[in-house]
């Protein structure tokens, strides 16, 4: 189990942490998906700061067992909310959104199991 939780919160540390990164640098991609899901580009810094955050949660997750579980499940809701986004504005291009979410359910999954 303990190389499960390893592996998968390795994972979703490096995705939330890509995607944290090409949110705050400025990036095109991020600037472009907010203005198709009519969020204000004034939001996408908070987001990235979001993603940021809980992949530090996740790897401090590692040492301190709590914050893990409350990042793991800080960014289960965050991609509920991503969902929601894409629906209010009928975007049905689902599988970027769907590796992310996996990947956090999975990782809140075996760190609950683990933990």
Not at 9 to 31: D, Q
Not at 49 to 71: D, K, N, Y
Not at 97 to 115: G, K
Request: glycine share 10%; no cysteine.
């Amino acid at each position: 189990m303990f190389a499960a939780y390893i592996t998968v919160t390795v994972l979703a540390a490096l995705f939330t942490g890509s995607a944290a990164v090409t949110y705050l640098i400025g990036h095109e991609y991020p600037k472009t998906q907010a203005d198709m899901k009519r969020i204000p580009r004034s939001w996408v810094p908070v987001l990235g700061s979001l993603l940021a955050a809980g992949t530090l949660g996740l790897v401090a997750g590692f040492a301190v067992p709590w914050l893990g579980i409350v990042a793991s499940a800080g960014l289960v809701l965050y991609f509920v909310g991503a969902l929601v986004a894409h629906l209010r504005v009928g975007s049905r291009n689902l599988v970027g959104w769907a590796v992310f979410f996996t990947t956090e359910v999975a990782a809140l999954v075996v760190t609950l199991l683990y933990r």
